[in-house]
């Protein structure tokens, strides 16, 4: 899962594997959520969003999974390819416009 | 289609200089906003802007001033430059179309403060 500090948590997964990456969140009350890509020296991209009254949302190999009980979000990446290599974060909606708190991120390494 | 772009995308100033970063959409959205990225943390919010001509205070404001003088650029300025503030800064922006809108960002500037 992901943490603040100095040291990003690592996925290692072989190639074709599925991936599985966790996000906790803090707020109850936040009721969208995004996940994020980032690859090295770009910016983040956006790869799937889940609105509070969703348990599970599914993109081209990406399903998000939400359980609001736990406060729990995670990213689950089919048939894992090396361009999958990169940072992926989370990100809630909290209060105010449109404002959102990011997760620190989970380095996921593609292992041909 | 561009998306964000930010300018420059490398910077080293020495303490004391100022800076200002541009950042430009061409997707015609309302809101905008910079945030600073630091090794093993996630993104924090320095300033964001709903439209033309207002600016607001995000989690780590100070030290930083911006300007929306157009729609399509949001400028961050460094007034005093601090090694504090050596990071990688990126623009977001996202429509007007109700709340609830992914952040679309900038590749970054990756700014070194000596």
């Known amino acids: 899962g992901e943490s603040v500090g100095l040291h990003l948590p690592t996925l290692s997964v072989q190639e074709g594997d599925n991936s599985i990456i966790n996000c906790a969140y803090s707020?109850?009350?936040?009721?969208?959520f995004i996940w994020y890509k980032q690859e090295s020296g770009k910016g983040p991209q956006f790869i799937i969003d889940?609105?509070?009254?969703?348990d599970k949302r599914q993109g081209q190999r990406v399903t998000v999974l939400l359980n609001k009980t736990v406060k729990h979000l995670s990213l689950q990446i089919a048939a894992t390819q090396p361009g999958d290599s990169a940072v992926y974060f989370c990100?809630?909606?909290?209060?105010?416009?449109?404002?959102?708190?990011f997760g620190s991120g989970t380095k996921l390494n593609v292992k041909p | 289609n561009a998306g964000v772009t930010q300018t420059p995308k490398f910077r080293v100033l020495k303490t004391g200089q100022s800076m200002t970063l541009l950042c430009a959409q061409d997707?015609?959205?309302?809101?905008m906003y910079w945030y600073r990225q630091d090794p093993g943390m996630g993104l924090r919010l320095i300033h964001y802007?709903?439209?033309?001509?207002?600016?607001a205070k995000g989690e780590v404001p100070d030290g930083y001033n911006v300007s929306r003088l157009k729609k399509q650029n949001f400028l961050l300025g460094l007034e005093s430059a601090a090694p504090s503030q050596t990071s990688v800064y990126f623009c977001a922006s996202s429509s007007w179309t109700g709340n609830n809108q992914p952040q679309h960002f900038g590749d970054g500037t990756r700014l070194s403060i000596l």
């Open positions: 990100a809630e909606l909290g209060s105010g416009f449109n404002k959102f708190y």
């Open positions: 997707m015609n959205h309302e809101y």
């Open positions: 707020n109850s009350a936040s009721d969208y």
């Open positions: 889940i609105r509070s009254n969703m």
């Open positions: 802007s709903v439209g033309e001509g207002t600016t």
